[in-house]
């Protein structure tokens, strides 16, 4: 690949906007893929999933109105008509929360505090919580192989906003109406058209973000036990299909042996997600010189709907499910001895700039995982990515394994993982925020990587420590502590 190569992909992901799962956009990269795929004289093998797609309205469309007078039950006269109202900008809705009936719903705001709200102090209201995006010891999430630097503390919208929003069926069934997110610790347009949470099941409840001024005004108005309007008209579309695609290199001495080349093609900008283009010119390369052993690419979807696809884990976890005979060995099965997950290339550092993220001139921190301390030895060796500083090369730590390399963890299939995320990552909104430069090299990092693996016995590769259930309270109990001491 070349840089003119490398701008043709990033040009094409912006020209069709957000991915959002089994949307025409998302489809239409699919189909790229697939097309790319038979160029270059591949096998494409398709597996269907169907799901109920919750389509949003942009931000703007979305109503959030607070009225001027406090509500009569605040003690105000009883109104002949409607109040006057103030417009709230809405940064964006909580994915998949749930729809608004035609003329929105009405209510009573009600501040409620805490991860564990009395949901009951909303019944037939408008629920308003404080979303705290304050920073979390990333040092104890993940862990680094000996001789890399430490993590240091980080912040990204997407851990608060998760859970917050795991509360949302408790307010329905409590009878809330509709939920605000006030965000706490992120400007105006650091919270924009954040596609956030995607790990949660459809809620059924209408819920949206605000940040800023808007949340301000709504916290204020909330105290004041004012009455709102929220109109949040998304759409949902039952029987919505999404495809993964995936193909195979036979292997020309070791077929029977498998390296799973894994990426996810659902995201809402040009870095979530861009890994096709390095599986693609990984697969050219391997028609050119045939790999030792079979080369699996996967090309998932569901990424940003997980619950579409399995209860647990990530979409790459549906595929190992329904495939098994490509990697799980035994009888009549091929095994997979290694995998490589790559994801978020070429990542820029954005900082705030007014109303718009602006490039900084950096790189984001990679996210490099090695599941063993021999992988962790060879992607030293192997990976040039940002050359603004060292290569840190992380281990999954006992809590959690970021991206769709967790699912090879979870079956301990050693693998390396690219899964930079910066706060950007699920914003639909950013731009500019791809180094071209810098996806090159980690392409060419990953190309390497894999030719490696490829040359290595199994004995070479390591096996898969996974932490147990003790190892997991311990660190639970240890980021807890290190985020609320904050």
């Known amino acids: 690949m070349d840089i003119s190569a490398a701008r043709e992909g990033i040009s094409r992901l912006d020209a069709l906007g957000p991915r959002l799962t089994g949307s025409p956009a998302h489809e239409a990269l699919i189909d790229d893929i697939v097309a790319r795929l038979r160029e270059l004289d591949l096998p494409v093998h398709t597996d269907e999933h169907r799901f109920t797609r919750w389509d949003p309205p942009s931000a703007s469309d979305i ?3 607070i009225e001027a007078e406090a509500g009569a039950d605040a003690g105000a006269p009883a109104r002949t008509g409607p109040a006057p109202a103030r417009r709230i900008p809405v940064s964006a809705p909580l994915h998949y929360s749930g729809t608004t009936p035609e003329g929105g719903v009405r209510g009573p705001l009600r501040h409620l505090g805490g991860l564990l709200p009395r949901w009951s102090r909303a ?3 408008i629920a308003v919580l404080e979303v705290d995006n304050r920073s979390w010891p990333m040092g104890e999430v993940v862990h680094v192989w000996e001789g890399s630097e430490p993590w240091p503390r980080a912040e990204h919208p997407l851990l608060p906003a998760t859970l917050h929003a795991l509360g949302l069926g408790a307010a329905r069934r409590a009878g809330v109406r509709a939920v605000v997110l006030a965000w706490r610790g992120i400007r105006a347009s650091g919270a924009r058209d954040q596609v956030l949470p995607f790990t949660l099941p459809y809620q059924d409840l209408p819920a949206v973000f605000v940040a800023g001024a808007a949340a301000d005004a709504v916290v204020s108005a909330a105290r004041e036990r004012r009455r709102a309007h929220l109109s949040l008209p998304a759409a949902l579309h039952p029987d919505t299909p999404t495809r993964t695609v995936w193909s195979a290199v036979e292997g020309s001495e070791r077929p029977q042996e498998t390296i799973l080349l894994v990426t996810h093609t659902d995201g809402p900008n ?11 010119e990984i ?3 391997l028609q050119r010189t045939r790999p030792r052993r079979t080369v699996v690419l996967v090309f998932t979807t569901g990424h940003l709907r997980i619950p579409a696809l ?6 790459t976890t549906r595929w190992l499910a329904d495939h098994p005979r490509w990697w799980r060995g035994g009888h009549g099965n091929r095994r997979a001895v290694a995998g490589l997950a790559i994801e978020h290339l070429g990542a820029r550092s954005m900082r705030e700039d007014g109303d718009e993220l602006s490039p900084t001139g950096a790189s984001e921190p990679e996210l490099l995982y090695a599941t063993t301390p021999q992988l962790a030895a060879l992607a030293r060796r192997t990976w040039q990515g940002a050359t603004d500083r060292p290569v840190r090369i992380s281990r999954p730590g006992a809590l959690i394994h970021f991206g769709e390399g967790e699912p090879l963890f979870e079956e301990r299939i050693p693998a390396v993982s690219l899964v930079t995320a910066p706060p950007y990552l699920l914003s639909a909104r950013v731009e500019d925020c791809v180094d071209h430069e810098l996806l090159l090299r980690q392409v060419a990092s990953s190309e390497r990587l894999l030719r490696a693996l490829d040359a290595l016995d199994v004995a070479e590769i390591g096996e898969v420590d996974r ?6 309270a311990v660190s639970a109990l240890r980021v807890v502590a290190g985020t609320l001491g904050r």
């Open 467 to 472: 932490p147990g259930a003790p190892a997991k």
């Open 283 to 285: 697969a050219a390369s």
């Open 310 to 315: 399995t209860e647990h884990g990530q979409a």
């Open 63 to 65: 109503v959030l109105e």
């Open 123 to 125: 019944r037939d209201g």
């Open 270 to 280: 040009s870095v979530e997600e861009n890994g096709h283009l390095a599986l693609l």
